[in-house]
């Protein structure tokens, strides 16, 4: 099974190469790279000019199109049975393709299968899933296929995918006939464009998961969320939105949905008042309030209204649960 690996990248000549190397690294060898420069005005041509052989490709957008555009282009161009996107700046342990592809090659019925992730903050380092809460839930309640393999059903991953994305664009694996058959993804979206293609995947296949961190997500200044972490919680908050008016009487979904609605509006509202938007906040609060009727939304609206040196107060009316995100 080849391997079509993806690196979109926009002005990122300064460590695009260590991506590229930690790809080359891989112990399984039936692979190929296709870098996708978005538009790029640094020297990233000639960073990945440095590589270029029979297993590294180099395509470049003549604007910069955004990354489900960069994306769509490296699928379109590849030729593996599996995709690939590994960031410009994060990196792949060693035995992160033979890990992933093995499970692929052992369960037909799974669309994609993906792996814990190391996050490298720079100052500190942590794991994707330890900072989930309703995918962890997942994990306990399921038997293990095999050491570190998990599988789960089309249906479980999305009602986990409503509530929280435990899937992170560098550290999954998907079929090239799942990827063809639901187009890619949506170019409409500048940011959170992951979330949106595995909602859509896990309402036709199931998933699978090793429970290992093959993968390190570097957060950086420059990364896109960083830059775009505001239009990143929009954007999410949105796609829940609108994915809960087709749910019907789903209550299961209905529920989960409303979790995912209630934190991306916590976290929305303690960003526009800590910007100085105090009415943008208020709505944003009242909004999670009436999708949700979740009581401590309509509080923070109230507590909005105050100056941010009073704020604090809020903590000691909230339950403990939502006190982390306290604006």
């Not at 792996?115 to 903050?121: K, L, M």
């Not at 979904?253 to 100085?276: M, V």
């Not at 309030?289 to 809020?314: C, D, K």
Request: charged share 30%; aromatic share 8%.
């Amino acid at each position: 099974m080849k391997v079509s690996i993806i690196i979109r990248t926009y002005n990122r000549a300064y460590i695009i190469g260590e991506a590229i190397e930690s790809a080359l690294n891989q112990t399984y060898g039936n692979f190929e790279i296709i870098v996708v420069d978005d538009g790029s005005t640094d020297g990233t041509a000639a960073a990945v000019e440095k590589f270029r052989s029979e297993k590294v490709r180099y395509i470049r957008h003549d604007r910069n199109r955004g990354v489900s555009a960069a994306g769509n282009t490296g699928i379109k161009a590849a030729n593996g049975d599996i995709i690939a996107h590994l960031d410009s700046d994060d990196l792949w342990k060693p035995e992160m393709l033979s890990s992933l592809v093995d499970v692929l090659r052992r369960h037909r019925q799974i669309g994609a299968v993906f792996c814990d992730v190391e996050v490298d903050r720079g100052k500190s380092i942590s794991s994707i899933v330890s900072s989930m809460r309703a995918f962890p839930k997942l994990l306990a309640s399921r038997a293990r296929s095999d050491l570190d393999v998990f599988l789960f059903s089309g249906r479980e991953m999305y009602l986990c995918l409503l509530e929280e994305v435990p899937v992170k664009p560098t550290a999954v694996l998907i079929r090239r006939t799942v990827l063809d058959e639901l187009r890619g993804y949506d170019e409409s979206w500048c940011s959170g464009e992951d979330w949106e293609l595995y909602l859509r995947i896990s309402k036709h296949y199931g998933f699978g998961y090793v429970d290992r961190k093959l993968a390190v997500m570097r957060v950086l200044e420059d990364s896109t969320l960083s830059r775009l972490q505001e239009e990143d919680k929009s954007s999410l908050l949105q796609l829940a939105v609108s994915e809960k008016k087709g749910l019907r009487r789903d209550r299961e979904a209905l529920e989960a949905a409303n979790r995912a609605i209630a934190r991306h509006c916590k976290d929305l509202g303690w960003i526009y008042l800590h910007s100085g938007r105090r009415m943008k906040s208020i709505s944003t609060y009242a909004l999670g309030f009436a999708e949700t009727g979740h009581v401590p939304l309509a509080m923070r609206a109230g507590v909005a209204l105050m100056p941010l040196s009073l704020t604090a107060g809020l903590k000691k009316l909230l339950p403990s649960s939502d006190r982390s995100l306290t604006p």
